[in-house]
């Protein structure tokens, strides 16, 4: 089982459509929650940190459950320019803090 | 402020040619890492260090080495090229713990024929 999990998608909505992204963690001593958004070639760029109670930016809600481990996102009203693919990231404490990601779920806004 | 810098942008190498991919932060982090991206198999690490002097290895270290020198620098060498070294190498930064973001390099194509 990857230590994290998330739909590939492509998950393709019209504009003003509202999606949700789910992610799944493995690692129980997990500590720090994150969504990185990633255009094509380009390189990933943190969209949010998230945190135990759920959080919010602009357009964008996340959320974490720690007993089921699991992380969402949600976007409303997408826009064109949220078209990228977006990654669950999960820091656990020791071993240098490191970083896991998953391997990502694609968003393409339509008109 | 420059950020993270990556050199080269792309690269082709033939099997068994070595090489070193530079990575460069003006941010003074501690936390550096190389990451590889293949398609389906999301960021993989490399290698990482917590600071000058100290470096470790992540999840997939074999072919490749690593030193941190200074803050500033953490370059990545492939000893002997092989084709399942192509990939898209990024170098990131961050400061130690808690929820810091994570900075990427514009990141380095390399093809290995």
């Known amino acids: 089982r990857k230590e994290v999990e998330q739909d590939p998608g492509p998950f393709n909505v019209p504009e003003g459509a509202t999606v949700a992204f789910n992610c799944t963690y493995s690692?129980?001593?997990?500590?720090?929650f994150f969504w990185y958004r990633q255009d094509c070639r380009k390189e990933p760029k943190l969209l949010m940190s998230v945190y135990s109670s759920g959080n919010e930016d602009g357009r964008f809600t996340a959320q974490l459950n720690r007993a089921s481990q699991y992380i969402s996102l949600l976007i409303r009203d997408s826009k064109l320019s949220d078209s990228a693919t977006y990654l669950c990231v999960v820091r656990a404490t020791g071993g240098g803090n490191k970083l896991t990601f998953g391997t990502g779920t694609q968003l393409k806004v339509e008109l | 402020n420059a950020g993270v810098t990556q050199t080269p942008k792309f690269q082709v190498l033939k099997t068994g040619q070595s090489m070193t991919l530079q990575c460069a932060q003006d941010?003074?982090?501690?936390?550096m890492s190389w990451y590889r991206q293949d398609p389906g198999m999301g960021l993989r690490l490399i290698h990482y260090s917590v600071g000058a002097g100290i470096t470790d290895q992540g999840e997939v270290p074999n072919g490749y080495n690593v030193s941190r020198s200074t803050t500033e620098d953490f370059p990545l060498r492939l000893l002997s090229a092989a084709p399942s070294q192509t990939s898209v190498y990024f170098c990131?930064?961050?400061?130690?713990?808690?929820?810091?973001?994570?900075?990427f390099g514009p990141g380095t194509r390399l093809t290995v024929l």
């Open positions: 990131a930064t961050r400061r130690q713990g808690g929820h810091n973001e994570q900075f």
């Open positions: 941010m003074n982090h501690e936390y």
């Open positions: 690692n129980s001593a997990s500590q720090s």
